[in-house]
């Protein structure tokens, strides 16, 4: 049971440039996040999806689009990477009682 | 507004002291708290979660308490060890909204020997 999956774990990309950070989990939750993390800063959300087929803006979406493949799959895209998002991304999928996070992607934007 | 509040910032131990990491919360009405171990270059590890009518949870050397009228949590480590080292993030959950949760900044602790 590998819980949460992502890749890459580490990214570095030119300003403007475009990725996606890929997420799967395999433990059948309805519920997938994108965090991400600054130091000092704590996780904050970027986007989630309730269930497949849904997705909703979280605490700072803006510069990143997200989306709900299916069940297993939720990516996140970056269409035009800048400085700002240099940070560590973490992927998690939830029932009522709590996360799984994934082991994270450090994404560098220079 | 941070609804979720960490304190201290980071600690220094001695490798076999205790210590006690402090949660202040204002999610009102809160479904539960967790806390989470999150070593330096990974994703956070569930060490305990909590219902509002709990008070206590024990998950080996790490007890966490919970006082929902003070809405207060503590996290209580006993005889520290080295792989102790790690931030340490309190977690509470809205009550009616499932998917929303609110996340403290942590407690960077670090264990010496």
């Known amino acids: 049971n590998a819980g949460v999956t992502q890749t890459p774990k580490f990214q570095v990309l030119k300003t403007g440039q475009s990725m996606t950070l890929q997420c799967a989990q395999d433990?059948?939750?309805?519920?997938m996040y994108w965090y991400r993390q600054d130091p000092g800063m704590g996780l904050r959300l970027i986007y989630y999806?309730?269930?497949?087929?849904?997705?909703d803006k979280g605490e700072v979406p803006n510069g990143y689009n997200v989306s709900r493949l299916n069940k297993r799959e939720f990516s996140l895209r970056l269409e035009s990477a800048a400085p700002s998002q240099t940070s560590v991304y973490f992927c998690?999928?939830?029932?009522?009682?709590?996360?799984?996070f994934g082991s994270g992607t450090r994404l560098t934007v220079v | 507004k941070n609804q979720v509040e960490q304190s201290p910032q980071s600690l220094i131990i001695l490798e076999g002291k205790n210590c006690t990491l402090q949660?202040?919360?204002?999610?009102?009405?809160?479904?539960?708290l967790r806390w989470y171990k999150q070593d330096t270059g990974r994703g956070p590890v569930s060490l305990t979660i909590?219902?509002?009518?709990?008070n206590t949870k024990s998950n080996g050397r790490y007890t966490a308490t919970l006082d929902a009228d003070t809405k207060q949590s503590s996290l209580h480590i006993t005889a520290s060890q080295l792989s102790d080292s790690a931030s340490y993030i309190c977690?509470?959950?809205?009550?009616?909204?499932?998917?929303?949760?609110?996340f403290g900044s942590g407690t960077k602790l670090n264990v010496k020997p």
């Open positions: 998690a999928s939830s029932e009522s009682r709590g996360y799984t």
């Open positions: 433990m059948n939750h309805n519920s």
């Open positions: 999806s309730a269930s497949e087929g849904t997705t």
């Open positions: 949660c202040n919360y204002t999610v009102s009405p809160f479904s539960n």
């Open positions: 909590m219902t509002f009518s709990e």
């Open positions: 977690v509470v959950s809205d009550l009616y909204n499932f998917n929303k949760f609110y």
